[in-house]
Nanobody, 120 residues
Framework: VQLQASGGGLVQAGGSLKLSCASS????????VGWYRQISDNQRALVATISSGGFATADVSVKGRFTASRDNAKNTVHLQMTDLKPEDTAVYFC???????????????WGQGTQVTVSS
C-alpha cells in the first residue's frame, strides 16, 4: 500500500492545519498508520500514529498539539496540527507502520509528502 499525504501549506505560528492521508490505489487502509516528518536529507521522524481501531499516539515533541485520527467510511487518515511552531516546518509523510521490539517500523513504499511551513 502506498499512501499519499496532502493538506500542507503556509501558516503563521500558533495556527492550525489538518493533513490527510489516502491510499494511491484506493486500497482500504486497514492498518496502523504513522505520520512522519523529514528532519534531514536521509531521516524521517515519526510524530504520531493511529491504529486500525482508532488508538492514537503522539511523540513528546508534538503531544497535546498534534492528533492523528481516521475516517474509515472515507478510507482516510488525518493529522490535526494545532499551535504550530516554526520548528514544525517540514515535509510530512504517512505510511503504514508496525510496532515491534520497542520500535516503530514503516511497512510501505513512501508516497508523496506534503510541505508544512510555519512562519514566525
Amino acid at each position: 500500500v502506498q499512501l499519499q499525504a496532502s493538506g500542507g501549506g503556509l501558516v503563521q505560528a500558533g495556527g492550525s492545519l489538518k493533513l490527510s492521508c489516502a491510499s494511491s490505489g484506493n486500497t482500504v487502509i486497514n492498518a496502523t498508520v504513522g505520520w512522519y516528518r523529514q528532519i534531514s536529507d536521509n531521516q524521517r521522524a515519526l510524530v504520531a500514529t493511529i491504529s486500525s481501531g482508532g488508538f492514537a499516539t503522539a511523540d513528546v515533541s508534538v503531544k497535546g498539539r498534534f492528533t492523528a485520527s481516521r475516517d474509515n467510511a472515507k478510507n482516510t487518515v488525518h493529522l490535526q496540527m494545532t499551535d504550530l511552531k516554526p520548528e514544525d516546518t517540514a515535509v510530512y509523510f504517512c505510511n503504514t507502520v508496525r510496532y515491534f521490539g520497542n520500535s516503530w517500523y514503516y511497512l510501505g513504499r513512501w508516497g508523496q509528502g506534503t510541505q508544512v511551513t510555519v512562519s514566525s
